[in-house]
């Protein structure tokens, strides 16, 4: 089991950019979470797939963040335009079904200059 | 706003000892559940304890939960240079499965 898989590890771009992060899910698994960490304000949870379905999106923080799942096995998160107050790391993580245990991805280490 | 709040937020402690890390919550919960994450790294699961728990066990891991009190303790036995990690609770209330996680222990442990 290869785990959850996130894209790029690290990226680096200037502010007014479009990034996009990219996830692979386990196999299987039915529910997908996108999360940013930050120090000060911890981990949040952005949006919840199930299914492939956005289910709940009330942690997007604004239009210029959205996320698709096109299909069970690849989700994105996209960001246009960057900020520099969306730098954080993101996190994509998976379940067999709903909020039995999440397994996540190593992260996405963004960083908007 | 965070649901849980881990107590203490840092902890060090020498090889060998044990480490007890305690979660306070807000609201009802169906489970409560206690991640690990490594520098660098993503969340670990570590163990799930439902509301009608009392205590459970994984390997040198301890949980309890008091629904009373909307607490939970992490108590880590005989403790190891690689147990240093930061550790998350995180509330399940069942409502839209939006897991809820705390702000978080970073561990210390030393040889």
């Known amino acids: 089991d290869a785990g959850v898989i996130q894209s790029p590890r690290h990226e680096v771009t200037e502010m007014g950019q479009e990034v996009t992060l990219r996830c692979k899910p386990i196999s299987g698994h039915n529910s997908l979470f996108w999360y940013r960490q930050t120090m000060m304000r911890g981990l949040e949870l952005l949006i919840y797939?199930?299914?492939?379905?956005?289910?709940?999106d009330s942690g997007m923080p604004e239009d210029r963040f959205s996320a698709k799942m096109p299909n069970a096995s690849f989700s994105t998160l996209k960001i246009q335009p960057s900020e520099p107050r969306d730098s954080a790391v993101y996190f994509c993580?998976?379940?067999?079904?709903?909020?039995?245990?999440?397994?996540f991805g190593n992260g996405t280490r963004l960083t908007v200059t | 706003s965070q649901q849980g709040e881990e107590d203490p937020q840092a902890l060090s402690i020498q090889e060998g000892e044990n480490a007890t890390m305690n979660c306070s919550y807000k609201?009802?919960?169906?489970?409560l559940q206690w991640y690990r994450q490594n520098s660098g790294r993503g969340l670990v699961h570590l163990i799930l304890?439902?509301?009608?728990?009392r205590e459970k066990h994984s390997g040198r891991l301890r949980v309890t939960l008091d629904t009373s009190k909307k607490s939970s303790s992490l108590l880590i036995t005989a403790s190891r240079a690689a147990d240093t990690a930061s550790y998350f609770c995180?509330?399940?209330?069942?409502?839209?499965?939006?897991?809820?996680f705390g702000t978080g222990t970073r561990l210390q442990v030393m040889l």
């Open positions: 993580a998976s379940s067999l079904q709903g909020n039995s245990p999440l397994h």
């Open positions: 609201t009802s919960i169906n489970n």
């Open positions: 304890i439902r509301s009608n728990e």
């Open positions: 995180a509330t399940d209330t069942g409502t839209a499965s939006k897991l809820t």
């Open positions: 797939f199930n299914n492939n379905v956005p289910i709940d």
